[in-house]
């Protein structure tokens, strides 16, 4: 009898966001890219949910997923998705090559059974006494407090330069398009 | 649970240039709603910005000083660096206020931008912390989208923007996923607990971390620009206006080498062994490369680009060096090189007018008959960069070199040296085109006092440093 | 199940994610492909994260993911620039530098 086990799902999710990154490359149409890839981020959502990170998992669904792919197939359908046609080529033979390299490479990292780094207090029982949220709240305002604050000016910054890229032209519209 | 952070860990005064800048920053923002149509006020502003900047780089005594939790070190290097970066950007922004009134670049962004970008330098220069050094290098590089693209009507500045933002991200994908390989074989992004634990522990020969510093090559080998991962280089520079592409010659890539530093040099040293083979390949390639690929250029930009290429090959030897020596040769390096990139960018700005930049450099034929001043400013620049004494290219190259030395690279120093003779040869063809060649069209300056005072201010730099670099030198050394 | 499964899952998913950006020739695919590439990064801290039982790979994605939509917008705006004065996107075709 085949049972359900935390790592058969852990597996399944796995091999599923990989499946899903490959609808995300060998799709033709950039709306179906921009679909697999937000399956791939629900499929590390949940993965994330199984690794006790319920906060991140969240996060990931409501910002990854939600706004940023909004904004992607927003785009998309401004510019109209058309199809590409792919030959095959030099430069991508050699690109296939490199990906292999890289991708034996991290596969020796793999290889290794891990040594013995440093281990922290935060086991998953102490987390979800305190809840993920709560968890990541104070570690996040405590220990990296300087690195919120930046991503904070992070987002700023990225606001004033759609602004400065994105804001009404110097010339009409009109007489570009001639 | 208890909040992990020691109260006496948050040193706001350790912080102080990053607080002052970003204030500065957003005051320009503000400032630009009154400005009205001239935004010069907004330029000085910031180059007052800059300078309280670079006084409260010395609000911190006793260094070195760690503080939030050890995520950021105020140190010799840093300080040092921190001057390096408000003088780049003030030049930058010296040169940029006429460029931007003639070019019709009429955004007070422009200012902020570069000032925000000047904070994420600092960030990249004093950080020991994975997840900051992280961040800086993304503040950084989205100014520098933005900054590269701001021509928006410009068919050029577009693509540059497009090519850097598609690399920069591609990198910025490398670099992480070295630094989560770096997290997971040690535990902690804190460089200095991971340098203590490599140092007293067995993680020395923990694979991870080896194919993580792989990684981190890659991705910090895109964001300085060396060979194999230069491709972005020329046409980013050639393309982008030209102050932001002076700018980003000099401060942002000092930023990303003191970040190499302070990860490969400062925090790896103990499986140097393993990276020092591949940076050497990296640093012999990049100069060869670099050198090789600017005798064929006919655009001063590009073959400006290839050069900066080059010279990160012989900057990476500090790197190599590990040592209070590499990074003092390190500093005098890039101090020379800001004046030189600078005095060039504004001498360049200075030949071009509204619509017609002239950067071919067939257009700077006879320039010496022309204009004999300007053509000597620029020689000094070329002669300089190329490293040859009396000048200030030539004393950085020597320190760097002899640090080198000392650790017993002798192969990369013959390789070095061989290298900047090749480099006379593409530098010296300009200054053959002003002297020797007929005019080939009118030259039409736009000389104002403010390119004019950075040329004279390179130029001074560049002979002062050359001659008597023992002040600045044994700040460096410290 | 875990270290290793995490470490393979995450590789395959980055190599997926550059081989994306290398083959494809459409801006917007290449910049999927580049989120691909941070989505693997995110697994593998939150992976790591769980396993040494310290918080700061979790921190570490979430700066990561905030970056990330910084980048993606900044990107997207670049993309609406170019599209804006040629009509068309295809990186093979974007070439007036070059020398």
New interface residues.
Partial sequence: MFEITY?VV??VL?IT??LA??G??LCAS?IY??LY?IG??IC?AL??LL???E??AA??II??AG??MI??LF??A??G??K?I?EPSV??SS??T??IL??C????????????????????D??NA?GSAK??G???????????E??S??????T???????KF???P?RR?LK | MEPILAPESIDLVSIAPVLVLTVFAMGVMVLDLFAGKSKTLLAFVSIVGLLMTAISAFAKVGLPVFSFNDSYTVDHLSVCFILIFTLSSALAILISIDYNDRENIKAGEFYSLVLFCTVGMIVLASSTDLIMIFLGIEIVSICLYVLAGIRRNHLKSNEAALKYFLLGAFATGFLLYGMALMYGATGTTNLISIADLIKSDGVKSEPLLMIGAVLLLIGFGFKVASVPFHMWAPDVYQGAPSPVTAFMAVGPKAAALVAFFRVFAETLPEISFFWETLLVTISILTMFIGNLGAIMQTNIKRLLAYSSVSHVGYILMAVLVKNTLGSASLIFYMVTYAFMIFGVFAIIIMLGRKGDENLEIEGYSGLGFKHPVIALCMTVFMLSLGGLPPLAGFVAKFYIFNAALQEGFLMLVIIAVLNSAISLYYYLKVIVYMYMKEPVREFQLSITPITLFVVALAIIGTIQLGIFPDPILSLAQQ | MGHQFVLIISATIFCIGTAGFLIRKNPLIMLMSVELMLNSVNFLLVGYSSFLKTLDGQIFALIIMTVAAAEVVVGLAIILTIFRTRHELNVDHINVLKG
């Fill in positions: 790592e852990v597996f796995g966001a990989v990154a490959f995300v490359i950039p890219c921009a890839l791939n981020m590390l993965l994330f690794f006790n990170a906060f991140i996060v990931q910002v990854y706004a940023v904004l992607f785009i998309i401004l510019l998705g058309k590409e792919s430069q991508r690109a296939f490199f990906v890289l991708f490479e991290l596969l020796l990292a793999a290889a290794v059974k891990p040594t013995h780094p440093i281990t922290g207090d935060m086991a998953p102490v987390v305190i968890a990541v104070i570690e996040l305002f405590s220990r990296h407090l300087v690195p919120f930046l991503a000016i992070l987002l700023l910054i990225a004033i330069g759609i602004i400065c890229l994105a032209s110097y010339l519209a570009r």
